[in-house]
């Protein structure tokens, strides 16, 4: 899996208070950090500042953001399309009533590859932080 690819996943399913996904500076890697309960291996000892200095969080998606972005996506729909999507949107529990809707009109390969989309632009331009990294998966 190339690097933004798992940029992409980090940020997308990375909401977890139990663990967070980090980027190593200097390698590129993409590291899982959880506690030993979960992954069976150690975590990240964020003490030692030889191993912690190459490491920097990925950020991750936030409800509010993902609520715009629903949004966003609603508002680029057909009319019948886009007031079915903006009522689940004001409606409690946005998200799963959205996730029904696009089920039930047959756009979810849509919404996914729009979700997608905005999920490759975020983390392009959060690499832009560390440009020999970007630089590296062109």
């Given at each position: 899996?190339?690097?933004?690819?798992?940029?992409?996943?980090?940020?997308?399913?990375?909401?977890?208070?139990?663990?967070?996904?980090?980027?190593?500076?200097?390698?590129?890697?993409?590291?899982?950090d959880?506690?030993e309960?979960?992954?069976?291996?150690?975590?990240?000892?964020?003490?030692?500042?030889?191993?912690?200095?190459?490491?920097?969080?990925?950020?991750?998606?936030?409800?509010?953001?993902?609520?715009?972005?629903?949004?966003?996506?609603?508002?680029k729909?057909?009319?019948?399309?886009?007031?079915?999507?903006?009522?689940?949107?004001?409606?409690?529990?946005?998200?799963?009533?959205?996730?029904?809707?696009?089920?039930?009109l047959?756009?979810?390969?849509?919404?996914?590859?729009?979700?997608?989309?905005?999920?490759?632009?975020?983390?392009?331009?959060?690499?832009?932080?560390?440009?020999?990294?970007?630089?590296?998966?062109?």
């Amino acid at each position: 899996m190339k690097l933004l690819d798992e940029l992409v996943d980090a940020f997308l399913n990375g909401n977890d208070n139990d663990m967070s996904y980090v980027l190593n500076r200097r390698t590129g890697e993409v590291l899982l950090d959880a506690p030993e309960f979960i992954t069976g291996e150690p975590g990240i000892d964020w003490d030692d500042e030889e191993v912690a200095a190459d490491l920097v969080m990925i950020p991750n998606v936030t409800s509010s953001e993902m609520y715009d972005v629903m949004g966003s996506f609603a508002k680029k729909q057909s009319d019948p399309i886009k007031l079915h999507l903006i009522n689940v949107l004001n409606r409690n529990k946005p998200f799963r009533f959205f996730k029904e809707m696009i089920n039930e009109l047959g756009i979810e390969n849509h919404w996914y590859q729009y979700e997608q989309d905005y999920a490759m632009c975020r983390m392009t331009e959060w690499l832009e932080e560390f440009p020999k990294l970007k630089t590296a998966i062109k």
